[in-house]
């Protein structure tokens, strides 16, 4: 019997291209309700979404458009280790290949790469970008607490027809989202979340991304290899 989790685990990636068609508010609250049933420490649900559609939205487009070529702000929050490891580079190095290729981008296409990456901060035309943030006074370990929020989200997204992408780079320009948004002042820029209908005859959504193998990442205590078979 086939489980529903891992099928929806199974064939999630990022949607770098989407339709225009309009997603109804009822269908965001109950994707954002799924979000919020995520565990987190002391049942803090730490995090925040910010929903944008339309207007707002363009808005903040048209901002993020003025510096998408610009140096990225002074971080708020570390995101990749610094520096990055050679087996953590060539993960992202392929990782970009991917993407790169299945666009026809060739690898010293450098004004096509920042072209592509620019589609970041306008959320690749989904029709609705999630601006998601947390308090800044919230300890580390809450980051982990939206992260599994966040993969709440997209798995009850995906099981409703829609697609997602994760937009880190919204970080890069934390404090001018801030402005446009007038969020809270304690508020972090996160990340953002683009979301929509996938466009799936748009070659850059056959694009994946290989997993690390087990052994890299687990090991096992108190198991045996080959346990005898108890069935007597």
């Known amino acids: 019997m086939s489980n529903p989790i891992f099928q929806l ?4 990636s990022s949607c770098r291209a989407f339709l225009p068609d309009v997603v109804p508010l009822a269908d965001l609250r109950a994707i954002l309700s799924a979000a919020r049933r995520a565990p987190s420490g002391a049942n803090l649900q730490p995090g925040g979404f910010h929903v944008l559609t339309g207007a707002p ?3 903040l487009r ?3 458009a003025d510096v998408a070529q610009s140096p990225p702000e002074p971080s708020e929050y570390s995101y990749f280790p610094n520096p990055l490891p050679p087996h953590l ?5 392929s990782a970009g290949y991917a ?14 790469r920042q072209a592509q990456f620019a589609k970041n901060y306008r959320f690749f035309e989904a029709p609705v970008g999630i601006v998601v943030t947390i308090d800044r006074n919230m300890g580390a370990g809450c980051f982990m607490d ?3 929020a966040l993969m709440a989200l997209m798995l009850h997204a995906q099981s409703m027809g829609y697609g997602t992408c994760g937009i880190g780079a919204l970080a ?4 001018l989202t801030h402005q446009t948004l007038g969020l809270a002042q304690d508020d972090i820029v996160v990340c953002g979340i683009a979301l929509g209908r996938a466009d799936t005859q748009a070659p850059v959504n056959a694009v994946t991304t290989e997993r690390a193998p087990i052994e890299d990442y687990a090991t ?7 346990p005898p078979d108890e069935r007597g």
């Open 9 to 12: 685990l199974e064939h999630r």
């Open 57 to 59: 939205l363009d808005r």
């Open 62 to 64: 048209a901002v993020l």
């Open 89 to 93: 580079r060539a993960r992202q190095r």
């Open 99 to 112: 993407l790169y290729h299945a666009l026809g981008i060739e690898r010293r296409d450098i004004a096509g």
């Open 146 to 148: 939206l992260g599994m």
């Open 172 to 175: 890069n320009h934390g404090r």
């Open 220 to 226: 096992f205590h108190g198991f045996e290899e080959n």
